[in-house]
């Protein structure tokens, strides 16, 4: 037995007993129960903040939550761009925070880390092992944490998507509903009781914050900054400007849809642009080099063997 094999399996043990003796502590009742603070803090008005969000009032260093979620917060104000990470969260419509997320982010990269890890002894126990299988768990915590980031923004990406594709639809509807008699507040709550879309959604949130005592123009205001989407943001604009002024809606709403359908052809003849210069990489890399195989080999093969 070599002196990697006998780490790795040192490795294994040890991570095996480790895991065992951190659930044991985790059953433990003086361990495993919530804090103090956590107990008592939703029936003290002197620990909590006017949200009723629980203060860090000396959490014991156990606390399994509070460990993560001040690594989360340092992990935070090491990477930055925090203000980055909370406009994807709005627009992937992920009712969690920052701080939740670089959570999640370590969570992932934990995992790639052990999985990474595994590998590495598993490759050095089946005798392939090398000094580059030491970089694996870095290379899987690394691979993970973007994975996370990736994840992300794809998803805000895919939400946003779909808005635009709605926004045309739901501007005319509006329009419908308002040269039909209804306040501009009568028709978006029309919309957002008929529709089961993204935007339909944004537009309940909306309702609802009317209903509570906001005003149309900054709820529509808030929910045009909140999904920071170009064609969203101008039609909202319109629209607010047209309140505030007394403009008739409708036409308004008319002339923004068809601007918003001109949009969405636009990006799909720039869409339908790119497709097509991608489509030339199989032609030309894959297709086109077989054929010119095909077309010379045989004359190549004939002249070889001294033929004609």
Known sequence: MTAATELAVAIVLGATFGLGACLLLARAPRIGAPSLSRRIGPYVRDVIDPRGVIVDTGVPAWDTGALARRLA?????LLGASEVIERRLRQAGWPIDVTAFRARQLAWSVAGLAVGAVLAVALVLWGRGSAASVLLPVIGGVLAFSACDLRLSRAASA?????????PTVLEFL?????AGEGILDSLRRVSSVGAGEL???IRVVVVDVGTGSSL???????SRRLELPSLRRSVDQLVAAIDRGAPLAEVLHAQA?????????????????KEIAMLVPLVFLILP?????????GILMLRLGVG
């Open 217 to 223: 123009t900054e709820s529509l205001s808030a929910m």
């Open 73 to 77: 917060d340092g992990i935070g104000r």
């Open 159 to 167: 939400r946003l998507a779909r808005i635009g594709e709605e926004v």
């Open 290 to 298: 077989l054929s010119v195989l095909f077309a010379v080999f045989p």
């Open 258 to 274: 068809s601007d918003a359908r001109e949009d969405a052809k636009r990006a799909l003849i720039e869409s339908a642009g790119r």
């Open 200 to 202: 339909t959604g944004e």
């Open 175 to 179: 329009a419908l509903c308002l040269s």
